[in-house]
Each structure stands twice: as C-alpha cells, then as structure tokens.
C-alpha cells in the first residue's frame, strides 16, 4: 500500500527552524518529482516546494517561502525534505508530501503541524 508519513512538526517563535521529513514508499518516490504542500485553516492546500526526480538538481518554491524554505531529497532512504528558517506566524498550517504530478500521487498522509507563535 502506499504511504507517505510525515514529521518534525511543532512550536516554534517566529524566525525559527523546523526540518520537516517525508518518508514515502518507492512507488510514489522513485522517478517522481516530489513536492511539499500546506493548508492552513480555512485555506485550499497549496504547493509551497518541489524538487525534481533523480538527483533533485532543479528546485521550485512558492513566493511566499522563497529564500527561506529548502527542499532537499534523499532517494536512498525514499524521504524527502523541507528545511524551514525564518519562519512567520503566516507558515502555520498542516504541512503534507507528495508526488507533484497529480496523476501520479499517493493517498495524502497526515500531514505534520507547523505553528509559529510567540
């Protein structure tokens, strides 16, 4: 079955990091360009980072996170990464992995929560 498990959520004050990590299974990892998603309460899901297939060499970011967000895949492990920093109240939301092809994504995981609050 396929899976998509996220994590490295939580608290944290604004301008702080979180690495949020994505372990998905071959079938959606391999070969895929992968992306990362958020939705905020009362919000559509929105692509905020997708990085390319095989050696990741192309990335693309939301405006909103660009110049503090990195994406970064390990395909040995079938995970995905998102290095946040600097992070605003605005970043708040339940933040999923997937495939960016809609074709050819997996049933959405949980999602792991981000909230930036002093």
């Known amino acids: 079955q396929v899976q998509l498990v996220e994590s490295g959520g939580g608290l944290v004050q604004p301008g702080g990091s979180l690495r949020l990590s994505c372990a998905a299974s071959g079938s959606i990892f391999s070969r895929n360009a992968m992306g990362w998603y958020r939705q905020a309460p009362g919000k559509e899901r929105e692509l905020v980072a997708a990085?390319?297939?095989?050696?990741?060499?192309?990335?693309n970011y939301a405006n909103s996170v660009k110049g503090r967000f990195t994406i970064s895949r390990d395909n040995a492990k079938n995970t995905v990464y998102l290095q946040m920093n600097s992070l605003k109240p605005e970043d708040t939301a339940v933040y999923y992995c997937?495939?960016?092809?809609?074709?050819?994504?997996?049933?959405w995981g949980q999602g792991t929560q981000v909230t930036v609050s002093s």
């Open positions: 997937n495939a960016v092809a809609s074709a050819l994504q997996g049933s």
């Open positions: 990085i390319s297939s095989g050696g990741g060499t192309k990335t």
